[in-house]
C-alpha cells in the first residue's frame, strides 16, 4: 500500500471511534440539562481534557512548532502567558462557578448564570451575552472548518469543499446527537491523541540525532550559518533566547493571552459541568499537567527542527508544516496517518465545543426569553436544531477559503476574554458587583476589543485584550458603586454567601 493508503487508513479509524463515542453519548441524553452540560456529572479528569482540547486548536501542532522554528522561543511566551492563565482559571474560577450557577437557580450557561446570579428580571444581561456568544462564537466555528478544508486539500491533494465538509460533517454529527457529553468524551480521545503525538515526535528526534547536546549544537550551528548572511546585527537570529527579537509590549501582548481564558464560555462551561467543586482540584491538576506536556512537546518540536532539517539539508517551504514533516520522517506511515489525525482532533475538537455553547446559546439564552415552555424533549431537539443551524451558517462563511475568518480567531478570544472575563472574576469574587455594572463593563469590553483590534496603529502597538479587559473591569467596578442596590439584594447575598461558604469548605 502506499503511504497515503496508510494515511488514510488512519483517519478513518479516528473517524469512526469519534462517532462511535457521538453514539454512546446520544444513549445518555435524555433532557436538555444532559444535552447542554452533561448532568453535572462530569469527572474531573474528563472536564481537564476537555477544557484543554476544546481550547488548542491546530495552533498548537501547526501555529506554534512552525513560530518557534521561524522565529524562537520569544513565540514561546503566548503559550506560557495561556499555561498561568489556566492554572488561575482552575485555581480560582472553577470551584466557585461550579457552586455558584447550581445555588444561582442551577444555570446552565453563562448567560443565564449572569441573570440569575444579579436577579435580572429584564433579561438584559442573558440576551446582550446570548447574542456575543452566538455572533463570535459562528466566526470562530467557521475558522475550524476552514482549517479542516485546507487540511485535507495540503495533505492528500482532495479539494479544499471536500475536505471542510468531510470534516465539519463528522464533527456535527457527533456533536448533533451527543451534545455537551459526546463533545466532552470525543475531546479526552481527542486529547490524549494530541498528548501522545506531541510527546513521542520531539523524543523520536531527539534519539535519532543523538540526544539534546546534538540538538542544541545543530541549532546554534543553523542559526550561525544564518547570521553569516547577514549584514546588520539587528536581523541577526537566536532562536535559543525567550528575549532575543521582543520588546517589552510585545512580550506582555503574548503573555496577555492568558487573561482570556476566565471569559472563554466554551472552556468555564467544563467548570460547571463538573459533578462538585471539589473536583476542581484534581481538573486543575490533570489539566495544567496535560497542558504543559503539550505545550512543552510543541516548543521542542520548533526547536528541534531547526537542528534536524539544517543537519539534512531540506529547507520547509511553510514552517508550520515542521510537526508534520517530522512525523512523516520518524514514523511508519500508519503511525504518521494518526499523528494526522492529532490535528484533525484539535481542529474538531474546537469546532465541537464551539458549537455546543452557540447551541445553548440559541436555546437557552435567546429562545427562552421570548418562547413557550417546552417539555425536556422538546428542548434536546432545539438544542440539536440550534447546533445545526450555527453549523449550517458557519458552513457557508467558510465555503471561501481565501475569506479572513481565521483571522478572527484572536480576535474573538481577545473579545470574549474582554467582555465576560472580568465579570466572572467580579461575579464570583466581589459581593457589590451589580446588573447595570456588570452589563455596562461587558458592553465596554466588546466595544474597546472591537475598535483597537481594526485599528492597525493600536493593535500593532497592544494585543486588543489587554486594553478591553481593563476597560470593562473599571467600567464594571465605577457603575457598580454610583448605582443603586437591587431591589432583591437581600436574596443576592444569601446566594453569595452560600457559594462562599461551599468553596471555603473545599478548599481547593
Not at 30 to 51: E, F, H, I, K, T
Request: charged fraction near 10%; include cysteine.
Amino acid at each position: 500500500m502506499s503511504e497515503q493508503t496508510y494515511q488514510l487508513i488512519a483517519i478513518g479509524v479516528y473517524f469512526a471511534l469519534m462517532l462511535a463515542i457521538g453514539f454512546y453519548a446520544y444513549r445518555q441524553t435524555s433532557d436538555l440539562g444532559d444535552y447542554m452540560l452533561a448532568g453535572r456529572n462530569l469527572p474531573p479528569g474528563v472536564a481537564a481534557l476537555s477544557a484543554g482540547a476544546s481550547d488548542m486548536s491546530g495552533w498548537l501542532l501547526m501555529g506554534l512548532p512552525g513560530a518557534i522554528y521561524a522565529t524562537g522561543l520569544v513565540e514561546a511566551w503566548i503559550a506560557i502567558g495561556l499555561t498561568v492563565g489556566a492554572y488561575l482559571n482552575w485555581k480560582f474560577v472553577a470551584p466557585r462557578l461550579r457552586s455558584y450557577t447550581e445555588v444561582s437557580n442551577n444555570s446552565i450557561t453563562v448567560p443565564s448564570f449572569l441573570e440569575n446570579r444579579f436577579k435580572d428580571h429584564t433579561h438584559a444581561l442573558r440576551l446582550v451575552a446570548g447574542i456575543i456568544i452566538l455572533v463570535f462564537f459562528t466566526f470562530y466555528v467557521s475558522s475550524g472548518m476552514v482549517a479542516g478544508g485546507v487540511f485535507f486539500e495540503s495533505s492528500f491533494g482532495s479539494t479544499y469543499i471536500f475536505g471542510m465538509l468531510l470534516v465539519s460533517g463528522i464533527t456535527l454529527i457527533y456533536t448533533l446527537f451527543g451534545g455537551f457529553l459526546g463533545a466532552s468524551l470525543t475531546d479526552v480521545a481527542q486529547g490524549l491523541l494530541m498528548l501522545a503525538a506531541l510527546i513521542l515526535v520531539p523524543i523520536v528526534t531527539i534519539v535519532s540525532m543523538g540526544g539534546l547536546g546534538e540538538v542544541f549544537s545543530s541549532i546554534e550551528a543553523a542559526d550561525a550559518a544564518f547570521n553569516a548572511g547577514v549584514s546588520d546585527p539587528a536581523d541577526e537570529l537566536n532562536r535559543t533566547s525567550l528575549l532575543f527579537g521582543g520588546t517589552f509590549l510585545g512580550i506582555v501582548s503574548a503573555a496577555a493571552w492568558g487573561l482570556g481564558y476566565f471569559g472563554q464560555p466554551h472552556i468555564i462551561v467544563r467548570f460547571m459541568a463538573l459533578r462538585s467543586a471539589a473536583d476542581a482540584k484534581a481538573g486543575r491538576r490533570i489539566g495544567i499537567s496535560w497542558m504543559v506536556l503539550v505545550a512543552g512537546g510543541a516548543i521542542f518540536t520548533g526547536l528541534i527542527g531547526i537542528g534536524y532539517f539544517f543537519n539534512s539539508g531540506e529547507e520547509l517551504g511553510n514552517p508550520e508544516t515542521v510537526f508534520l514533516r517530522l512525523s512523516q520522517i520518524m514514523f511508519h506511515p500508519i503511525i504518521a496517518g494518526f499523528v494526522l489525525a492529532a490535528v484533525l482532533a484539535a481542529i474538531m475538537s474546537t469546532i465541537s465545543s464551539q458549537l455546543i455553547v452557540c447551541s445553548s446559546a440559541l436555546v437557552e439564552d435567546i429562545w427562552k426569553i421570548f418562547g413557550k415552555e417546552a417539555t425536556p424533549r422538546q428542548q434536546v431537539m432545539l438544542g440539536r436544531m440550534g447546533v445545526l443551524v450555527v453549523a449550517v451558517v458557519a458552513g457557508l462563511l467558510a465555503i471561501d477559503p481565501q475569506s479572513n475568518i481565521l483571522g478572527l480567531v484572536g480576535f474573538a478570544w481577545a473579545g470574549f476574554g474582554a467582555a465576560f472575563g472580568p465579570i466572572i472574576i467580579l461575579a464570583l469574587f466581589w459581593r457589590k458587583l451589580t446588573a447595570m455594572g456588570a452589563l455596562a463593563g461587558m458592553i465596554t469590553g466588546a466595544v474597546v476589543v472591537g475598535i483597537w483590534g481594526n485599528v492597525d496603529a493600536l493593535s500593532g502597538f497592544m494585543y486588543e485584550i489587554v486594553p478591553g479587559f481593563l476597560a470593562c473591569l473599571v467600567v464594571a467596578y465605577v457603575v457598580s458603586l454610583v448605582g443603586t442596590p437591587n431591589a432583591e439584594d437581600a436574596a443576592i447575598q444569601a446566594e453569595f454567601d452560600e457559594m462562599s461558604g461551599t468553596a471555603e469548605k473545599m478548599k481547593v
